[in-house]
């Protein structure tokens, strides 16, 4: 028998109380039965939240950055030792198979690491200046508290990219989940308290806290001055409401919202590197990723070729409890997520669309659980439904003639996240990745175009928000720059020469 929920809360440190008796129900889409009942924040709770948070950073801050690496260093450490418990509440609340469960705690591990290494990294410029016996140079300071609303589909590798580098920077953090991962964000939580504890008193007692909750808690973070910065990642819908009323109070916000990502086959392509990228982009995680393959815009000469095979291989895709070894396609997250695919295939066909698979597949008799065979459907032009973010396992088939064609199909779309082509020409992966080709904020060649490293920065543009996290200097978002410059000499020259003589 795989083990409860409650089992594994109970073995990472999370009180019962915690996920008993309250009004937010947690429900597993692998059967679709309750896993616990998490109490939601009231709205005076958050902003006592964010007041001792705020306290919080007042201490964080003058904590040496290189000493707040070894908070994530010890937080990385119990990670590695409860990766597989806290990988398998990550299947039993999201749904995904065990292999990526595993992966999105390993991607947990991994910026810990990249963050350990950070804090002995944060660095600013020294930067000429035209006044003899001066020096300018630019410093980096702490933000304040970061408020993080997280999406379900990514329950815990989201949170640890912000809360990684939020914390090296020094400040503290305010987490509202997704209402659909209440549990797992329980966990991370208990599992980074035991880390403050093994560090010691340098680490304020209200660092990070998490709470749980809908829209109205992430709101209150929203709306509140004393959140310095707010990283909300989710759909575009959801942005569009968080990024003006962060802006109103000139607030900052850091926006990781939906992708509609395209993978070009052209001519040239190795078809069965490409068949391998498109069906686990497309169909892994049941397509429940910002980054999945949406589209596929082949070339007229290996659009009959690559359709076919596709077809044969989605056909042949296990759909099923994403804890049995094989299954490669687990549960969508719920029965709306189940009604929004059948919408989208609905339209599609009235668009012209000839649409495989799609259908509901039953698993284990669970009449509350909804699998879906992977779909892929051959559209005859890029219409509506197919510039719309469907989070379901769809493939949308386009073909081109003329690689300018292709790029110009996967650029006209609103969102930018992320892109890719299989091509062994060398002119066609230049284009694709130069200023005229791809306009997404991740542009591959020959790998598809989900599965990103922790080591490059993380997002994109136009309606996906222009957010970076992660990697790279994402680290930046996190923290303010000032510039300073001291005059270590007898006068005071002005700048662009300017006289003021007394
Ligand atoms: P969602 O937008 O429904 O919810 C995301 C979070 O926003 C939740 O915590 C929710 O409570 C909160 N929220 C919803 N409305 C809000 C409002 N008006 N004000 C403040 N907070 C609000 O998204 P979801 O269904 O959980 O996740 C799927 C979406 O997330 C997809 O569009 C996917 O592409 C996107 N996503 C993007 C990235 C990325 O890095 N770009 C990563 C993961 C998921």
Not at 4 to 15: M, N, Q, R, S
Not at 29 to 34: A, K, R, S
């Amino acid at each position: 028998m795989p083990p409860t929920a409650k089992e594994i809360l109970a073995a990472l440190g999370v009180p019962e109380a915690f996920h008993t008796g309250g009004k937010l129900v947690a429900r597993s889409p692998i059967d679709g039965l309750t896993q616990g009942a998490v109490r939601g924040a009231a709205a005076g709770e958050v902003q006592e939240a964010i007041g001792r948070g705020h306290g919080a950073f007042i201490a964080w801050r003058q904590v040496p950055a290189p000493r707040r690496g070894e908070l994530l260093r010890l937080f990385g450490d119990e990670l590695r030792a409860h990766k597989t418990a806290l990988a398998t509440l990550v299947t039993l609340e999201v749904g995904k198979v065990t292999s990526e469960g595993l992966g999105e705690v390993q991607e947990m591990i991994d910026i810990c690491d990249f963050a350990v290494g950070a804090s002995r990294q944060l660095h600013g410029l020294t930067i000429a200046t035209e006044r003899p016996g001066h020096r300018m140079m630019e410093v980096w300071h702490p933000l304040g508290v970061v408020g993080v609303i997280s999406a379900f589909n990514f329950p815990v590798a989201v949170w640890s990219w912000n809360a990684a580098l939020a914390l090296v920077c020094g400040n503290a953090l305010v987490w509202k989940p997704s209402e659909k991962t209440p549990l797992t964000a329980l966990a991370c939580q208990a599992l980074l308290e035991r880390a403050m504890q093994r560090f010691g008193q340098d680490a304020p007692r209200y660092l990070s806290q998490v709470l749980n909750g809908g829209a109205a808690v992430a709101e209150a973070l929203v709306d509140d001055a004393r959140v310095a910065l707010v990283s909300a990642t989710g759909s575009t819908r959801m942005g569009r409401a968080v990024g003006p009323r962060v802006a109103a109070r000139f607030g900052r916000s850091l926006l990781e919202l939906g992708g509609n990502n395209a993978i070009i086959v052209t001519p040239s392509a190795d078809l069965d590197l490409a068949v391998r990228g498109i069906l686990f982009g497309a169909y892994g995680t049941a397509g429940q990723r910002c980054t999945s393959t949406r589209r596929v815009i082949a070339h007229q000469s290996v659009h009959h070729e690559l359709v076919m095979r596709l077809e044969r291989a989605r056909a042949s895709l296990k759909v099923g409890d994403p804890r049995e070894p094989g299954v490669l396609v687990g549960p969508l997250i719920d029965e709306m997520a189940w009604l929004a695919m059948q919408a989208s295939l609905d339209q599609a066909a009235d668009q012209g669309g000839q649409v495989s698979g799609g259908e509901r597949v039953m698993v284990g008799g669970h009449a509350q659980a909804f699998y879906a065979a992977p779909a892929l459907v051959q559209m005859p032009a890029q219409t509506a439904v197919v510039r719309h973010e469907t989070f379901a396992p769809i493939l949308y088939v386009l073909r081109y003639d003329a690689l300018s064609e292709a790029i110009a199909l996967q650029n006209d779309v609103p969102q930018g996240l992320s892109s890719a082509i299989f091509t062994n020409d060398l002119r066609e992966a230049e284009a694709f990745l130069s200023a005229t080709g791809s306009d997404c904020g991740i542009a591959n060649v020959n790998i598809g175009t989900s599965g990103a490293e922790i080591g490059g920065a993380f997002g994109g543009e136009k309606e996906t928000g222009g957010g970076r996290e992660s990697g790279s200097d994402a680290w930046k978002n996190y923290m303010r720059r000032a510039t300073n410059t001291i005059n270590y000499s007898n006068a005071l020259p002005l700048a662009q020469g300017v006289r003021f003589d007394l």
